[in-house]
């Protein structure tokens, strides 16, 4: 039977986004942890400091999975993808088997390594072997499966035990890996190895053979000729001389600031630690279960917004959204102020307001462009070093805010924690909106030509007859 192209992208786009529901569930699995284990009936029972290394551990871990854009250059996208989903697969089933605190924090050990290799190799793999117009879509809606993911574990853990949470968990990953094993490798890592004839191949599989595509696999292969053609040097001087070069250094500086931003304005911290913030903030233990049931799904009808802005707005405009993120984070910072000065009732649930506007918005926009714009920007042949930055940078700020929250609630307060929050997230949002340029619609070469050329498109200097297709006869199946 054959398929047409667009639903083997789809076919892709869909193992993708199975792993990324189970990666999401390990992002709220802590949680879990946290408001179980300080249950009577739990029967493993820890102190907070372990609880809060427990949440921590996705960054810790996370650093091991620097060598993975590494491997991923070396080895291809399809085998990095299946050993992260077995990675992660493990994290899940040692999780379901802990019987003490140890094999838990070996869990989430497991468990931040993967996450840390998925949300890489997930963005690169959408980036590449999906389609321009398909590929902004897609990678958004990686954040909606994770959501999906949030969600699922956030309502299983309000009724069942954690152990019973994990083994539901396995179940998309093992569907994942069943298709990954059908899907070919990214055309742009072979062309990026060489490997011209499987490229064309590999294309064909995932794009068919229209002009449109003809014309994109064309300069595919065109700019990896020219680059083949430049003179050979040796290791260290490639790597000096890349550290040189526009399209390596200037999207690592936008890298830097994007995930500054995402991280400084609190997202993680306040998705870690929603039933205790809650908590303080409202001074109502009671509303503090409720709220996070309600925040989980506040998160996914946010992701689902985000693909509607998508579609019609360019991703730099959806990242616009950080602005009423901001509003909320101030909100949330003046809502005690308001109630110590009986302004609003005592009893007033304005924080949780302003808390579930920060989730939504924040999920609406910021989040999802924040990773897919991060790896969009980088061009595949530098993607083995901007993959390790990129997790580098992730595991840094993630362990800097979700380990250091609770002790910052207590040095200075929950409201001057939201204040600071606001300001980092005003500083780096309006510095992204000045520099950052657009990447929706283009190729990944458009990408890498406007670093070196300052503009999206540049002629190549070779002969269309250099490039002939086919470079070999395929059958389309």
Request: contains cysteine; hydrophobic residues 50%; charged residues 15%.
């Amino acid at each position: 039977m054959k398929f047409s192209p667009f639903i083997k992208q789809m076919y892709v786009a869909a193992a993708t986004q199975l792993v990324s529901v189970s990666m999401g569930g390990s992002l709220m699995y802590p949680s879990i942890l946290l408001h179980q284990f300080r249950s009577e009936e739990s029967t493993i029972r820890t102190e907070l400091d372990t609880l809060t290394w427990i949440a921590a551990m996705h960054g810790i871990s996370g650093l091991g999975a620097t060598l993975m854009p590494t491997i991923m250059q070396l080895k291809g996208r399809k085998y990095t993808f299946i050993g992260s989903s077995i990675l992660l697969l493990i994290g899940w089933i040692l999780a379901a088997a802990a019987t003490n605190v140890f094999t838990v924090l070996l869990s989430a050990v497991f468990h931040g390594l993967a996450s840390n290799c998925i949300s890489i190799i997930n963005l690169v793999t959408v980036s590449e072997m999906i389609a321009p117009k398909y590929r902004s879509a897609l990678m958004f809606s990686l954040t909606i499966e994770q959501t999906i993911g949030q969600v699922i574990v956030a309502n299983l853990g309000a009724v069942l035990d954690w152990k019973t949470v994990a083994m539901i968990m396995c179940a998309p990953l093992v569907i994942a890996l069943l298709m990954a094993i059908i899907f070919p490798e990214s055309p742009s890592w072979l062309a990026f190895k060489g490997k011209f004839e499987e490229t064309e191949k590999s294309f064909i599989w995932l794009r068919g053979t229209d002009d449109e595509a003809n014309k994109e696999l064309k300069a595919m292969i065109a700019a990896q000729k020219e680059v083949k053609r430049q003179t050979k040097k040796t290791r260290l001087q490639e790597m000096m001389l890349k550290l040189k070069e526009k399209d390596l250094y200037i999207p690592s500086l936008y890298m830097l600031l994007i995930l500054t931003n995402f991280y400084g304005c609190g997202s993680m911290s306040m998705f870690v630690y929603t039933k205790d913030f809650i908590e303080i903030g409202t001074g109502n233990p009671e509303i503090a279960l409720t709220g996070y049931i309600i925040t989980s799904y506040v998160l996914l009808l946010g992701s689902s917004i985000s693909i509607v802005l998508i579609k019609f707005f360019n991703s730099k405009t959806v990242l616009s959204t950080a602005f009423g993120s901001i509003i909320c984070l101030i909100g949330c910072a003046v809502s005690p102020y308001l109630k110590s000065a009986g302004i609003i009732s005592s009893d007033s649930l304005l924080f949780l307001y302003f808390f579930l506007g920060f989730m939504g918005l924040n999920n609406s926009g910021f989040n999802p462009v924040t990773f897919s714009l991060a790896i969009d920007l980088m061009p595949v042949k530098h993607r083995g070093f901007g993959g390790g930055l990129f997790n580098i940078l992730t595991c840094i700020l993630f362990v800097a805010t979700v380990k250091t929250a609770p002790h910052i609630v207590l040095c200075i307060g929950l409201s001057w924690m939201f204040i600071c929050f606001a300001v980092i997230s005003t500083i780096c949002t309006i510095l992204i909106w000045i520099y950052v340029p657009e990447t929706k619609n283009r190729t990944l070469q458009e990408i890498e030509d406007y670093y070196n050329y300052g503009s999206f498109v540049r002629p190549r200097g070779l002969e269309d007859n250099e490039v002939n297709l086919p470079i070999v006869k395929v059958n389309e199946e």
